[in-house]
């Protein structure tokens, strides 16, 4: 099964700064939405941050304004800049692809640890 390969996780202290990344194979086509979901324990997976083909973004309230989403089309890479980071944001971040298409595929990465220490 084709996943997305993700990378740059790990700890920090509170207020620190963490940048994931995430490539797509060149085996998938027509990428239309990216983004980021994320998963604390006993908790159920949540949208972080999300960024459309034409560059449109969506932000969970709660990392509005210290998280910035980005691609890079060429490259099939979706980047997710985190800053002023607290202990709540530790979680699992998956990255995740949607392509277009009247019947479109979800793909997903392995999963990635941040732990926000207090």
């Known amino acids: 099964q084709v996943q997305l390969v993700e990378s740059g996780g790990g700890l920090v202290q509170a207020g620190g700064s963490l940048r994931l990344s995430c490539a797509a194979p060149r085996s998938i086509f027509s990428i239309n939405a990216m983004g980021w979901y994320r998963q604390a324990p006993g908790k159920q997976r949540e949208l972080v941050a999300v960024i459309s083909s034409g560059w449109s973004t969506n932000y969970a309230d709660s990392v509005k304004g210290r998280f910035t989403i980005s691609r890079d089309n060429a490259k099939n890479t979706v980047y997710l800049q985190m800053n002023s980071l607290k202990p709540e944001d530790t979680a699992v971040y998956y990255c995740?692809?949607?392509?277009?298409?009247?019947?479109?595929?979800?793909?997903w990465g392995q999963g990635t640890q941040i732990t926000v220490s207090s």
């Open positions: 995740h692809a949607r392509t277009a298409g009247a019947f479109p595929l979800n793909y």
